[in-house]
C-alpha cells in the first residue's frame, strides 16, 4: 500500500522526465563542449584505454623503462 499517491505520482512522473530526457530536449545546448572547451569527442578519446595506457607510460621514469626492456629481453633469451 501507499501512503501517499499524489506524492507517489509525482515522483513517477519526475523520473520518466529523466528517463526520456526530457530537460535535455527542452533546453539543448548551443555546442558540446565542456567549461574547459574540450568537445566529447576529446573526452572520449582521453578515457579510452589505449590512451590510458599510454599516459601511464609516458609517467614512467627512464629508468623504469629501460629496467623493464632489459628484464622483457632476459627473460625472451632465457626461454629459449
Not at 36 to 43: A, S
Request: with cysteine.
Amino acid at each position: 500500500q501507499i501512503a501517499d499517491p499524489a506524492a507517489c505520482d509525482q515522483m513517477y512522473e519526475s523520473l520518466v522526465r529523466i528517463h526520456t530526457n526530457y530537460y535535455k530536449n527542452k533546453y539543448p545546448r548551443l555546442k558540446d563542449t565542456t567549461f574547459t572547451g574540450v568537445t566529447v569527442e576529446d573526452c572520449k578519446m582521453i578515457l579510452a584505454t589505449d590512451v590510458l595506457k599510454q599516459m601511464e607510460e609516458m609517467k614512467k621514469g627512464t629508468w623504469k623503462k629501460l629496467r623493464e626492456r632489459f628484464y622483457a629481453k632476459k627473460s625472451d633469451e632465457d626461454s629459449k
